[in-house]
C-alpha cells in the first residue's frame, strides 16, 4: 500500500488549497478513505472520511461547511478541497486508509500552513 499526499503550502487566512493523495498498491475502489491532521504538539486527529463509491462524506465539526472530501476511483485519488483557511487549520495533513484486521496504512503527510 502506498499514499502519496500533494498539495500542501503556505496561504493567508481565508484562502484556499486542495490537497491530493494518490494511492496504489491495494483495492482503491473498495476502500474508505480519510484525511487526518496533526498540528504542532497536538495528537493526530480526524479531519473526513469518504465512502467507498463517494456516495456518502462526514467531516469533523470544526471544517464542516469548509472543506470538501472528493475521490476519483478511475485514478486512484482522493481529494481534500480546503476553503475559508485559518491558522488552526495548520498542521500536517495525511491521506489513511485501512487494510485487513484495520491496519492503518499512512502517506508522509502535507504540510499546510495558515499564515499571513
Known amino acids: 500500500v502506498q499514499l502519496v499526499e500533494s498539495g500542501g503550502g503556505l496561504v493567508q487566512p481565508g484562502g484556499s488549497l486542495r490537497l491530493s493523495c494518490a494511492a496504489s498498491?491495494?483495492?482503491?475502489?473498495?476502500?474508505?478513505m480519510r484525511w487526518y491532521r496533526q498540528a504542532p504538539g497536538k495528537e493526530r486527529e480526524w479531519v473526513a472520511i469518504?465512502?467507498?463509491?463517494?456516495?456518502?462524506?462526514y467531516y469533523r465539526d470544526s471544517v464542516k461547511d469548509r472543506f470538501t472530501i472528493s475521490r476519483d476511483n478511475a485514478k486512484n485519488m482522493v481529494y481534500l478541497q480546503m476553503n475559508s483557511l485559518n491558522p488552526e487549520d495548520t498542521a500536517v495533513y495525511y491521506c489513511n486508509t485501512q487494510g485487513s484486521s484495520a491496519r492503518n496504512y499512512w502517506g508522509q503527510g502535507t504540510q499546510v500552513t495558515v499564515s499571513s
Open positions: 498498491g491495494f483495492s482503491f475502489s473498495t476502500n474508505v
Open positions: 469518504i465512502s467507498s463509491n463517494g456516495g456518502a462524506a
